[in-house]
């Protein structure tokens, strides 16, 4: 069975979270992993000789009360979206976030992490300096990333931008995989330019390739390429939108731009971060 791993600080923005964790396990049918992680202050303990030590156990055991606390709310959530059967257990583990989220997946064969973002929106914190831009630079395993205002909707299209590069491919397949599980539909979109090097062939092939899978092409002839990308998100309906990780300097401009106020709506839907 998957595993989805969700890291969790019982906050709303962690909860809502959850909610899409639990959603998409049910479609994928997967169980999910909760890791709560806090880091201990770091103490001299030359100015604590005697009671360092019991410092230290303290702040475990305050963590551990407030994990048993908060952990029933979740089995209520569960319960509400009467999604109770879906398994899923806890890990709580001290240190760094990162740090502790690759061990998980190395060592419990993780097939994605679903993680909620605290932004307004969501956008910057997916691609800038932040606790969800340093896991999607790390991790080996998509990363489904949920702005704190986004409300679960079921998954009917995923959107997916590409120059039919062939090291788009291996994402692309990731992203048809998790459509099919979740009976929805790739939409995948090629903004071509002026400048564009794409040959009618390459575009025909691909087609070809992708003929038996649930994949929508739409080539759009447009030199403004942030434009055609949000109106496209806006106009297909896009549900999540699927990127390549090494297309964040690209998306942080894409949602820096003065088009910020027309995405409005649609900057809640998840994002989700494939490798090439």
Known sequence: MKKILVPTDFSEVANNAFVHALELASKVDAELLLLHTYELPIVDNQFFPENYQTIFDSLEMAQFEKFKELVPKLHEIAEDRKLQHIKFSHIIMDGDLVYNIKECIAKEGIYMVVMGTSGATGWKEVFIGTNTGEVISSVNVPVLCIPAVADFNYI???????????????ALTKTIEIAKLTHSKVKCLYVQTDSSDVVDDKITYWKEEFKNDPIQFFVIPNDEVTTTILDFIINQEIDVLAMVRHKRNFFVNLFETSLAEKMSYKSEIPVLVLHE
């Open 156 to 170: 009917k299209n995923i959107g997916f931008t590409t120059r039919f590069r062939e090291k788009d491919k291996v």
